[in-house]
């Protein structure tokens, strides 16, 4: 798959991690979308090189979407716990 097609899929990926976790983002649309591109390649990364699943050339390969998903699940988690304070209204 080419880095277009991980950008989409990070884009889509991004939009259900913000389904699965609805609620305000620090950084918004624009950030929850960089956080599932970001957390599209780290778990595709991580996909293959701790569970030994080889990242497959086709778009629609369930273990690829899955490990995107859960790759922008944690960083979108993460970022709300280092920033998640930084919109609260004073």
């Known amino acids: 798959m080419s880095i277009i097609g991980w950008i989409i899929l990070g884009l889509l990926a991004g ?7 609805p609620g305000r983002d620090p950084g918004g649309i624009i950030g929850t ?18 569970l030994d699943r080889p990242i497959s050339n086709d778009f ?3 273990a690829t979407w899955v490990a995107a998903i859960v790759g922008s699940l944690v960083l979108l ?8 304070n930084s919109r609260e209204r004073r």
């Not at 939009?15 to 976790?21: F, S, Y």
């Not at 988690?77 to 998640?84: H, Q």
């Open 60 to 62: 629609y390969d369930t």
């Open 77 to 84: 988690i993460a970022y709300r716990l280092l920033f998640g």
């Open 33 to 50: 979308t960089l956080i599932g591109i970001v957390g599209a390649f780290v778990g595709g990364w991580l996909s293959s090189r701790f």
């Open 15 to 21: 939009a259900i991690a913000k389904i699965l976790l």
